[in-house]
């Protein structure tokens, strides 16, 4: 449509149209019914100006086309800003490298019953889980630094289900880290883990999935907190707990009592599970050592199986999911 | 013989009658519009009805409630009480169509600085589904006429603040909104950029027919609209052109200073029965009907040598002056409540 054309239509027709269309009380606004007619309803009160060569446009909007579509320009955003913060991915790698390279390093020489198995290969997968975590909670919690930089209220006002956003949001924290952790799985081999395309498939799905339920809980925690300043001491409180009650760094079985129950009601215990679970079923070692290194989650002595964990990690994204967007439903 | 002077009055602000039911043809109708935080009133009950193509305006001191209003005709804020429809629909109950209807630009900068002015367009018509056919000639007709067509690519962060207000602007643009809410949209900038900004409003009104809302604590940009609404204290105080609001007034403003502005103080209260009220400066300042009538007798009558002296027409501040009792910028410097919270930028 040229500016002509459109301004001609414009011209010919009455001021209001649209305004009586929905004069019906409780009309619903996500129809998709002809809300807006933003051009179509416009008085021409004035000679036109031929400077401006815009033409009007017509708003398709509210069906789930739409909603598709801002989440994935939400997700995008989450992507291309990643990739233009290069401090950002070499922070993110660093931290999994000291873990996985110096206490791994230093740690081995001491780490008893591993019966031959490299304590770094033991360690991987709960390397890979904390390298998500750190990358995944800060993408939720930087909702806050939208919040603080204003490009949140761009958000918060356009036409479209709060749940977008919250979903945009997941999907992108989601991308991100686990982006990340492909340069982990890439130096895997190093420590001992096999380069097998199942296992590398398998573990980069679970960090995809640990990713998303991790910006989920991020964005929980980050609903209410309007400040950068009140944000950082709050990641801190929440990583460090979901980082030592894990799992990551040490076996979860035979744990005093106090710390099985730590470990066992945080979710990060069952995403490292999870991970450990595959990786240690490529590994070529007898049954004895696994069950030391590799005892699996237990509930009262009640032996969670293979596969459970997973969908503890879906229902927690799930849980989280729906908890953010209902805080974000109230927002302003 | 004594003058009329001007006085401070309750006075009827003009507007809608209270309680009437909003106006669906109207671009913006209020009906005692409210809203509370806590003990404080920021908006106090407010009846209007903006036309569709008017441009309008709220003048009034900081803490007034102008932004507050904005954003509960842009939905982000629900109303303590009232009712208040945008362009046909209810702010409570059709927030969506409400959001495609209107086109926002806030006090404080809503761009994503990370990215180019390009993909901040692009976001923005995602978001509000702006057809994809149409969408990317529409931003590059709109960076055009901003004047940013150049910078699409550069990142937002280079910008200057006249040129991310210009940007914004565009971005409210974007999805052909019916009306466009500007929140005090030249505050921070250069008088050049502060002229642009008016230039694509006037642009806007001409080329598109476009309801232009807008909030200011300016003078001359209040005198810019067609309409404007005069706010203190969460209420309106007086709501018309800005010529008749003017006129209303009625009074001229006599400013004079004279070798021994006691004397001369003691003589127009005496002789012309005016009270003047003594500048930081020591001019004398006084309102009178038909001041430059006035004029000629103040210089034969008054007995005491006059240094010099000014008439001035009624200003916007004057009618300020004459609904609240205090001038915008006295009353700017005053905080009406407690402080704000602010942006760190
Ligand atoms: N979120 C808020 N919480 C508490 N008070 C607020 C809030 N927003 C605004 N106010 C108060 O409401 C009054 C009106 O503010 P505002 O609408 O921003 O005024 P203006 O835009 O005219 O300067 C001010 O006194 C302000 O302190
Ligand atoms: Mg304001």
Redesign the interface.
Known sequence: ?TATEGTTT?GTTT??T???D??I??????SGAP??G??A?????????D????????????GPA?YV??V???WL?EV??FA??RTRIVSGLIQPFLFLFVLGTGLSRVVAHTNGVDYRTFLFPGVVALSVLFTAVFSGISIVWDR????L????????RRSAIVVGKCLGGATTASLQGIVLLAIGGLVGVPYQPVLLLGLFGLMLLTSFAITALGLVLAARV?TIQAAMPLVQMALAPMMFLSGALYPIGNLPTWLQILTRINPVTYAVEAMRALVFSYLTIDSATRATLDPGVTWDGWRVPGGLDVVLVVVLSLVMLTGACLLFRKA? | MAVETSEVSPHDPGGPRPGSPPD??AAVSLRGLRKRYGNLDAVAGIDLDVQ??ETFGFLGPNGAGKSTTI?IL????EPTGGAAVV???DVL?????????IG?V?Q????????TAA?NL???A??????KR??V??AQ??L??VGLADRRDSKVGTFSGGMKRRLEIARG??????VLFLDEPTVGLDPVSRATVWKYVD????????TVFLTTHYLDEAERCDRIAIMAQGRIVALDTPDALKAAVGADRVRLTATDPVAAATALSTRFDVEATTGADGALTFHVVDGERFLPRLLVELGVPITSVSVTRPTLDDVFFARTGSTISDADSVPAGPPR?R???
């Open positions: 449509m414009d001021d209001g649209a305004a009586t929905m004069t009380e409780g009309t619903t606004t996500d809300t807006t933003a051009s309803a416009r008085p021409s009160l004035e000679p036109r100006s400077r401006v060569t815009v033409a009007p446009v017509r708003l398709a909007g509210g739409h579509r801002a994935r320009v939400i955003r291309l800003r233009g913060d603080e930089f204003g490009f209220r761009e958000m918060l006002v356009a036409p479209v309007k302003e | 669906r043809d569709m193509g954003k842009c939905t982000i804020v362009a046909g629909h109950r059709e927030r969506n169509a409400v959001r495609r209807s926002l806030f404080e900068t809503t761009l994503d600085d990370y990215l993909q692009r976001f923005h995602d978001l509000y589904g702006v057809p149409d969408a000639a529409r007709g709109l055009e006429m643009l974007l999805h052909s909104p019916r642009e806007l009104r001409r080329a598109e027919g476009i919270m942006r760190p930028r």
